[in-house]
């Protein structure tokens, strides 16, 4: 099986663990459940992103529990 086929559960990823998203390496952060009509999102940390959207930005990133469990690979 390829990793491309392999999809990831977000929930039980641990906050710290390194993944690869898109060709960059970055750390989990941490995920918040889904609540009263809001989708599940997660933290993601990639320090190839640091600076891109000012200098106090320290390349985190929100990204859907479809997006991660599709993108997003564990090191």
Do not use: W
């Amino acid at each position: 099986m390829s990793s491309a086929t392999i999809t990831m559960k977000p929930s039980k990823m641990k906050p710290g663990q390194e993944i690869r998203i898109n060709g960059r390496i970055g750390f989990y952060v941490r995920r918040y459940p889904s609540q009263a009509g809001r989708p599940a999102i997660n933290i993601i940390r990639v320090p190839d992103y640091a600076g891109l959207n000012g200098p106090d930005d320290n390349g985190s990133c929100q990204i859907s529990d479809y997006d991660f469990s599709h993108k997003v690979t564990r090191i």
